[in-house]
């Protein structure tokens, strides 16, 4: 299985371009997750979605946006690139439910704006 | 107060120490604890679920106090692989919210 997959694995924008981050995940997991960390610092959850249709904010919402259509794709658009943007993004899975089972990670997307 | 807190070191110890990190959690309500792994520039991977009775693995042994609100992590004969970063996670309703991590550096 190949889990978690994101991509792309690194980009550079320009202050004010905007992308789509992928994510993808073969587990049939319910529960989709993303997360940024800043260099040094903890994760901080951008959005998160309990199943198909279904999304919330996370900590930090501001300047991205999700969807999920279906239970394996949960791509994050980020509209209006800033330097504050500049972070590593991380995508997980989980099945959810009582007891929740842990996360599973992607690999990351490092993503600079400049 | 942060809703996870861990000591984010460094912790240089030699190898064959024995070292033990903790994490508070602010939220009573917390369901489930982790600890995960993250070696630099990779994704966070698990290193164990923590159990209520406590639980071992190989040298690792995870351990939950509901009424100090920490969990535990004791790693016994340290191995330069052991070198990373040791994030907690914690479970508030459908999000797991994660430490900011707790930096190990096992020295020859």
């Known amino acids: 299985n190949a889990g978690v997959t994101q991509t792309p694995k690194f980009r550079i924008l320009k202050i004010g371009q905007s992308m789509t981050l992928q994510c993808t995940q073969d587990?049939?997991?319910?529960?989709m997750y993303w997360y940024r960390q800043d260099p040094g610092m903890g994760l901080k959850l951008i959005y998160y979605s309990v199943g198909a249709g279904i999304t919330d904010k996370g900590e930090v919402p501001n300047g991205y946006n999700v969807s999920r259509s279906t239970t394996e794709d949960f791509p994050l658009r980020l509209e209006l690139a800033a330097p504050s943007q500049t972070s590593v993004y991380f995508c997980a899975s989980s099945y959810g439910g009582t007891g929740f089972s842990p996360l599973h990670f992607g690999n990351g997307t490092r993503l600079t704006v400049t | 107060r942060k809703e996870v807190e861990q000591d984010p070191g460094p912790f240089n110890v030699p190898e064959g120490a024995t070292v033990a990190f903790n994490c508070t959690y602010s939220?009573?309500?917390?369901?489930?604890f982790f600890w995960y792994r993250q070696d630099c520039r990779k994704e966070p991977k698990l290193l164990m679920s923590v159990y209520s009775s406590g639980n071992e693995d190989g040298r690792f042994t995870a351990q939950l106090n509901r009424a100090s609100q920490y969990i535990s992590l004791l790693i016994r004969d340290s191995k330069l692989s052991d070198s990373a970063t040791y994030l907690c996670?914690?479970?508030?309703?459908?999000?797991?919210?994660f430490g900011p991590g707790t930096r190990l550096s096992v020295l020859p």
């Open positions: 939220n009573s309500a917390s369901q489930s």
């Open positions: 996670a914690v479970i508030y309703g459908q999000n797991f919210v």
């Open positions: 587990m049939n997991h319910n529960y």
